[in-house]
């Protein structure tokens, strides 16, 4: 399965645009293992699994795409015990897609067992103490091995609020280590994705994005948000990212989960997003909805509430259990983590699936006004909110 440094990826990965809408767009990503259709939300399996959730029941909300950790999987089981069992797909029980990031965010998440040069990242593995070279070469050599659709290289990441000179020269090595990862990729049934850095500089963006996008061949990422900046300098940077990116890659913003962040940047440009939002908030007993975002099912006012999460939505918690019976073992049982986690994994695939249907219908400006009134149902929409919309040429009068 080698391939020649100048081919073309497989004819089994491709991107095509179905409708635009302003700066929206609607398309279907072709991959080995299924067609996905974006905007589209990507739940995070870390180590292979859905802290909660079956492979079965992710099949049954028609969820086409996920994804799993490189690095943590490299150290458990490890990668050879993956490729010995046939591949993540096979171990994991998934006959879809799955993307696998780089390794590069643990950067950042285990800053304080990591040094950084332009071999690689030297990380003191936080299960054993074992130091572990992270290359770009290895980091592709681990997600050949796990097998996932899409790979993404390895970047290095800086804290997104860091300033001076390391964000050029994180940015340039990027850029090189794109390089040697594409140098290092064999294997034609897996695509890999550049990743844009250059922090909360506009000019570096765009800098980045010209010369990652001349080596993307399936799709692109915007790296290196959702790490605390102010949301007037995140959307910010999606929209200029998404500005300056050739039409036919489709555009993957790591790390966004928030069903408002969800909906602003799809309808900016953007096309593909992940995050453990869904299942990290539900160990905590919040459940997502439509109306006020949020339901924190452990406080008291939902003791003897006899209604369903949402009784709009078709999850099978939604279906069969109340607000009272989640209350009642929030906390206290891993089976109302098991329901919220379902419940929140759903209404987010749900939610891409309106945006998905409101682009292609040409109503996005219609579905936005509803999602805000109700997502933000009797308090004020945050002024970026507004700001953002006004950008895309959505004005809404009464926010």
């Known amino acids: 399965m080698s391939k020649n440094e100048n081919d073309d990826e497989s004819p089994m990965m491709s991107f095509k645009l179905l409708n635009i809408a302003g700066r929206a767009r609607r398309g279907q990503l072709q991959l080995p293992h299924s067609i996905v259709e974006t905007p589209v939300f990507m739940p995070v399996g870390t180590q292979g699994t859905m802290k909660g959730v079956l492979p079965e029941q992710l099949l049954e909300m028609d969820c086409r795409i996920l994804l799993c950790n490189t690095y943590h999987l490299g150290h458990r089981p490890g990668h050879n015990l993956v490729k010995k069992a046939g591949g993540i797909h096979k171990m994991m029980n998934w006959p879809r897609s799955i993307l696998t990031d780089s390794g590069g965010f643990q950067m950042v998440s285990l800053s304080k067992l990591m040094t950084v040069d332009e071999e690689g990242v030297n990380f003191e593995s936080p299960h054993t103490g074992e130091m572990m070279l992270l290359s770009p070469e290895q980091s592709i050599h681990i997600q050949q091995c796990l097998g996932a659709d899409i790979m993404m290289q390895l970047d290095h990441v800086i804290h997104v609020l860091t300033t001076g000179p390391i964000v050029r020269e994180a940015m340039g090595r990027s850029i090189r280590w794109l390089d ?120 008291n006012k939902y003791a003897n509430d006899f209604t369903p999460i949402d009784d709009k939505c078709t999850c099978e918690t939604c279906q069969n259990y109340t607000r009272a019976f989640i209350h009642a073992i929030s906390q206290k049982e891993t089976v109302a983590c098991h329901l919220i986690s379902m419940h929140n994994i759903k209404h987010q695939l749900d939610l891409m699936r309106d945006v998905q249907k409101a682009i292609a219908s040409g109503d996005a400006q219609e579905f936005l006004k509803t999602f805000l009134e109700e997502q933000y149902l009797g308090t004020s929409v945050p002024q970026w909110v507004i700001d953002a919309c006004d950008y895309m040429g959505y004005k809404f009068s009464h926010f």
């Open 180 to 299: 040697r990862c594409n140098a290092a990729h064999t294997r034609d049934d897996q695509t890999l994705f550049p990743i844009v850095q250059g922090g909360l500089d506009m000019d570096m963006r765009k800098e980045c994005v010209e010369e990652m996008a001349k080596r993307a061949k399936v799709g692109i990422a915007i790296g290196g948000l959702s790490g605390g900046e102010e949301k007037s300098a995140f959307w910010r940077v999606v929209a200029t990212c998404c500005e300056a990116l050739p039409p036919h890659l489709p555009r993957y913003v790591m790390g966004v989960g928030h069903p408002i962040d969800l909906v602003i940047c799809s309808l900016l440009g953007a096309d593909m997003f992940d995050c453990v939002y869904p299942t990290r908030t539900a160990r905590f007993g919040t459940a997502l909805v439509r109306r006020g975002g949020e339901l924190r099912l452990n406080q």
